[in-house]
């Protein structure tokens, strides 16, 4: 069993920037795959990032396409914990913002029924 507890949101204004960390428990961390999703009012719950274990493909990274090169995923095994630094953000990035975990993705990282465990979410406000 992993509990996740994200942190870091807030509101900020367009153009700001914000740093979300999650972090986990357990002695496993490393061993799985990170993801960071959203949900804004009266939608789905879409992708934004994902990180994998070092062991299952050596760290790869993977982004939606509407935050390549605004947002930035990473990971700190010693710490348990997984990090999405947030850039140049926009109105419409404005969502509770969701961590997950996966032992092994068997579908495409970015499918939320890959992954296992969830957090409880952070509230991410973008104003114009």
């Known amino acids: 069993q992993v509990q996740l507890v994200e942190s870091g949101g807030g509101l900020v204004q367009a153009g700001g920037s914000l740093r979300l960390s999650c972090t986990a428990s357990?002695?496993?961390?490393?061993?799985?795959?990170m993801g960071w999703f959203r949900q804004a009012p009266g939608k789905e719950r879409e992708f934004v990032a994902a990180v994998a274990a070092i062991s299952w493909n050596g760290g790869s990274t993977y982004y939606t396409d509407s935050v390549k090169g605004r947002f930035t995923i990473s990971r700190d095994n010693a710490k348990n914990t997984v990090y999405l630094q947030m850039n140049s953000l926009k109105p419409e990035d404005t969502a509770v913002y969701y961590c997950?975990?996966?032992?092994?993705?068997?579908?495409?990282?970015?499918?939320?029924?890959?992954?296992?465990?969830w957090g409880q979410g952070t509230q991410v406000t973008v104003s114009s």
């Open positions: 357990g002695r496993t961390f490393g061993r799985y795959n």
């Open positions: 997950a975990a996966d032992p092994s993705w068997v579908g495409a990282p970015k499918d939320p029924a890959e992954y296992d465990y």
